[in-house]
C-alpha cells in the first residue's frame, strides 16, 4: 500500500512555537499533499509537492520532500491556536491513478 | 467558481434502514468524484471513486453501494444499514487529472442505532 503514515499521532505545543510533522510512504509517488481538518468538518488542501521537488513553501507552511527515504514533512512557524486542527498527507502514486490514498493523520494542539 | 456539496449534514437512522447521502458540484465539468469514511479518530478511507457517468469504482467490499446519475452528482447509498457503517462520510471531487488536488465537502455525519 502507498499509504502515508503521519507522525507524531498527536502534538501538542504554545502559540508561537513551530510545529513539525512527518509523513512516510511505501512506494513511488507523482505527488504529495497536505491538508487540514477542523474538528467535524471537511478536509481543506494546504500544498501539494511534485515527486521532481525538494522543497515548498505557502505562507508559514514549509513542505520538504524526501523520496530517497519515502518521506515528507511539514513544518508550521510562529503557530497560533486557529493553527489547530488535524494534518493530513496524501499520496498520489506513479501509476496514473485517479486516487490519493490518506494517512490517518497529526492531531496538532496551540496552546494560547 | 467550484462549489460542492453534500446532504444531509448528520443522520440517525436504525439498524436494517436504507441510507442515501447526496453530493452535487457546481462550477466544474466532468469532475471525479469521491466517497471516503472517516471513522472516529481515524484517517480517511476511500470507499468510491467515479471518473464519470455511471463509472463506479469500488476500494473495499462493503455494506455500502454508489451512483453517479449525472455529471456532478454521486449518491452513496445503502439497502439495510450496520451498526459499523457509523462514521463520517465525506465526498469529494478532483479534476479529472491523476493526482490532483481534492475538494472536500463538509460532511454528513452518519450514527446507526
Known amino acids: 500500500s502507498q499509504q502515508g503514515e503521519e507522525d507524531p499521532q498527536a502534538l501538542s505545543i504554545q502559540e508561537g512555537e513551530n510545529a513539525t510533522m512527518n509523513c512516510s510512504y511505501k512506494t513511488s509517488i507523482n505527488n504529495l499533499q497536505w491538508y487540514r481538518q477542523n474538528s467535524g468538518r471537511g478536509l481543506v488542501h494546504l500544498i501539494l509537492i511534485r515527486s521532481n521537488e525538494r522543497e515548498k513553501h505557502s505562507g508559514r507552511l514549509r513542505v520538504t520532500l524526501d523520496t530517497s527515504k519515502k518521506s515528507s514533512s511539514l513544518l508550521i512557524t510562529a503557530s497560533r491556536a486557529a493553527d489547530t486542527a488535524s494534518y493530513f498527507c496524501a499520496t498520489g502514486n506513479q501509476g496514473g491513478s485517479e486516487k490519493l490514498v490518506f494517512g490517518k493523520g497529526t492531531k496538532l494542539t496551540v496552546n494560547p | 467558481s467550484q462549489t460542492i456539496h453534500q446532504w444531509p449534514a448528520t443522520l440517525v437512522q436504525p439498524v436494517g434502514s436504507p441510507l442515501s447521502l447526496e453530493c452535487t458540484v457546481e462550477?466544474?465539468?466532468?469532475?471525479?468524484l469521491y466517497w471516503y469514511r472517516q471513522a472516529a479518530g481515524r484517517g480517511l478511507q476511500l470507499l468510491f471513486y467515479s471518473v464519470g457517468i455511471g463509472q463506479i469504482s469500488s476500494e473495499v467490499p462493503q455494506n455500502l453501494s454508489a451512483s453517479r446519475p449525472q455529471d456532478r452528482q454521486f449518491i452513496l447509498s445503502s439497502k439495510k444499514l450496520l451498526l459499523s457503517d457509523s462514521g463520517f462520510y465525506l465526498c469529494?471531487?478532483?479534476?479529472?487529472?491523476?493526482?490532483?488536488?481534492?475538494?472536500f465537502g463538509e460532511g454528513s455525519w452518519l450514527t446507526v442505532v
Open positions: 462550477g466544474t465539468s466532468n469532475p471525479n
Open positions: 469529494a471531487w478532483s479534476r479529472g487529472t491523476a493526482g490532483n488536488t481534492i475538494y
